[in-house]
């Protein structure tokens, strides 16, 4: 079982650009989440998604968008990536929508330039 | 406005003290509280998941208590040891809402 995983682990954007992380889980969980954690301001959630083929948004989720086609995976994409988008982002799973704990993957390091 | 927070900031204490690490939250319509650690540059590991209708956990050396209408927990932390040694995050699954809400964390130092 290799749990959460997330790719890239690091990667240095400049403003306009585009990407996409990926997400992906080995434990058949339902739920998916992105949060993004910042010096200060705690994790914050991005979007989630309650299943293969939904996703919602979450706290803070302008800039962002989100698909879920296959149930193990989760992409957090970034359309036109600005400086404010600097932050570790942080993928996590669940079996059900905050009854259960959330398990992380390691974070994927981003710095917009 | 929903919120979490951790007091201390940042604790120090030398090897095999005991300690408490403080959280609290602003609505005691929750349905569960949980404890994560975080080591520098890595993700969080899920510690202790308390239950709404629980009043504590217990895994090894960790001991989390949850006092809703306070609207407060503890982690207490026995005999620590420099392993210890990271940041402590408090969470909050609220009735109303979807997000996990979380504290600013609590890091610790273990000296040796």
């Known amino acids: 079982n290799a749990g959460v995983t997330q790719t890239p682990k690091f990667r240095v954007l400049k403003t306009g650009q585009s990407m996409t992380l990926l997400c992906a889980q080995d434990m058949n969980h339902e739920y998916m989440y992105w949060y993004r954690q910042d010096p200060g301001m705690g994790l914050r959630l991005i979007h989630y998604s309650v299943g293969e083929g939904t996703t919602a948004k979450g706290e803070v989720p302008d800039g962002y968008n989100v698909s879920r086609l296959k149930k193990q995976n989760f992409l957090l994409g970034l359309e036109s990536a600005a400086p404010s988008q600097t932050s570790v982002y942080f993928c996590a799973s669940s079996h059900s929508l905050g009854r259960e704990t959330q398990y992380f993957g390691p974070g994927t390091r981003l710095l917009v330039l | 406005k929903q919120e979490v927070t951790q007091i201390p900031a940042a604790l120090s204490v030398p090897e095999g003290e005991n300690l408490v690490l403080n959280c609290s939250f602003t609505d005691s319509a929750i349905y569960n509280l949980q404890w994560f650690r975080q080591d520098p540059g890595k993700g969080l590991t899920s510690l202790l998941l308390?239950?709404?209708?629980?009043r504590e956990q217990t895994s090894g050396r960790l001991n989390a208590s949850l006092d809703k209408s306070s609207g407060r927990s503890t982690l207490y932390i026995a005999a620590s040891q420099p392993g210890d040694s990271a940041t402590y995050l408090c969470a909050v699954k609220y009735m109303r809402g979807t997000a996990l809400i979380f504290g600013k964390g609590t890091t610790l130092s273990v000296s040796s």
């Open positions: 308390i239950q709404s209708s629980q």
